[in-house]
């Protein structure tokens, strides 16, 4: 029996048929599939790479997780294939790490061709910083926008073991080696220092965005409070520049363009 089985993975698919696997990068897949703007998907958490221990036998994620070097890859290779006129960052993510999102935000920054960020359900923290790289965002109307901001935060088991008997033997090569171990409890000295860098990746967050979007950076401190907004009142604070969907960005890149559009993913 012949069966066909697609799988997506940020922007590389894999086609199955039979007993015989056949991989096609995303360059092949374009040319296939005869699309002229190209998608990368930026789903979950935004991490710099993903462990291998997250992926199965099979070599599929298992964890809900991209990695900013596959975003890069395929932004890049969209920017140099000639038959792409556009790029679309697709975005249903709560955030990541602050490596991540730069790294992200740059090479859609990098690109001469136009690019649109999309977000969909949620474009938080990490992901929208990534999504601010793009010349254009779109978010629905009730897509969850923003939470400019920076968390450490963690949860400790120091007093449950206390109280379980147990006893933590601090044995590092320096006071903060056990920095955030969630089994010690945090000084206040630990805590001022982790403050400090919070500090600093926030005031880098909130630069990055007054300036890739073209906001007074004061206006940004005031947005940088760590709660996100839906679709409609990003749009009146200027954290995106257009409601809609799918079709909507599809008839912008339309205009952009001058060809009908066929996104491939």
């Not at 109307?141 to 601090?170: C, H, M, P, R, W």
């Not at 089994?183 to 630069?207: A, H």
């Not at 401190?221 to 009146?236: F, H, N, Q, W, Y």
């Amino acid at each position: 029996m012949v069966f066909i089985v697609i799988s997506f993975c940020v922007g590389l698919f894999f086609i199955f048929i039979g007993d015989d696997s056949e991989e096609i990068t995303a360059e092949e897949s374009a040319e296939q599939e005869n699309c002229n703007v190209y998608g990368v998907v930026l789903h979950g958490e935004l991490v710099t790479y993903i462990p291998q221990n997250d992926f199965n036998e099979s070599g599929s994620v298992i964890t809900d997780k991209v990695a900013s070097e596959d975003l890069v890859y395929y932004i890049d290779q969209a920017e140099k294939d000639e038959k792409i006129k556009a790029i679309v960052l697709e975005i249903d993510s709560y955030g990541g790490g602050p490596v991540a999102d730069e790294e992200v935000a740059n090479a859609l920054k990098r690109a001469t061709k136009p690019t649109v960020a999309l977000i969909r359900s949620a474009g938080l923290s990490a992901a929208y910083y990534a999504a601010t790289g793009a010349d254009v965002i779109f978010a629905a109307k009730e897509s969850d926008v923003g939470s400019i901001g920076v968390t450490l935060s963690y949860l400790d088991y120091a007093k449950q073991n206390q109280n379980n008997g147990a006893t933590f033997n601090q044995i590092s090569s320096g006071k903060y080696k056990d920095l955030m171990n969630p089994d010690k409890l945090l000084t206040d000295e630990e805590k001022s220092l982790l403050m400090r860098d919070v500090e600093i990746i926030k005031k880098n967050f909130i630069k990055a965005v007054a300036e890739n979007r073209k906001l007074d950076i004061n206006k940004v401190r005031v947005l940088a409070d760590g709660s996100s907004m839906l679709g409609e009142m990003a749009l009146k604070n200027g954290l995106i520049d257009r409601i809609g969907g799918y079709y909507e960005v599809k008839e912008y890149l339309k205009e952009q363009i001058g060809e009908e559009v066929e996104i491939c993913w």
